[in-house]
């Protein structure tokens, strides 16, 4: 009944930006945290950023200073701002998101994923 989808991933020359969303919808009561992790080829899903419901932000060592995360609350949607892209930060880029809503049996809070947004930094 929730569904994250993201949206902004892409082809992106070193030094260049990029801005991922990623929208919650369904039958939604409530959302804490939300955050952006990654996935290269061959390597461990990660961290990049996430932010509470109240706009505490914490970032991977790899994304200060160059990616920013924020979120509208009313719009139940999150974003991330990448900036001065490397090579490295090439990977699949998923939403993630602890959602409190109606499942149809109760009322729970349950971590979901989105789809993934593929980001290439590549000249």
């Known amino acids: 009944q929730v569904q994250l989808v993201e949206s902004g991933g892409g082809l992106v020359q070193p030094g260049g930006s990029l801005r991922l969303s990623c929208a919650a919808s369904?039958?939604?009561?409530?959302?804490?945290?939300m955050g952006w992790f990654r996935q290269a080829p061959g390597k461990q899903r990660e961290l990049v950023a996430r932010?509470?419901?109240?706009?505490?932000?914490n970032y991977a060592d790899s994304a200060k200073g160059r990616f920013t995360i924020s979120r509208e609350n009313a719009k139940k949607t999150v974003y991330l701002q990448m900036n001065s892209l490397k090579p490295e930060d090439t990977a699949v880029y998923y939403c993630?998101?602890?959602?409190?809503?109606?499942?149809?049996?109760?009322?729970?809070?349950?971590?979901?994923w989105g789809q993934g947004t593929k980001v290439t930094v590549s000249s």
């Open positions: 369904g039958s939604i009561i409530g959302i804490r945290t």
């Open positions: 932010i509470t419901s109240g706009g505490t932000t």
């Open positions: 993630n998101a602890d959602v409190y809503s109606d499942t149809g049996r109760r009322y729970t809070w349950n971590d979901y």
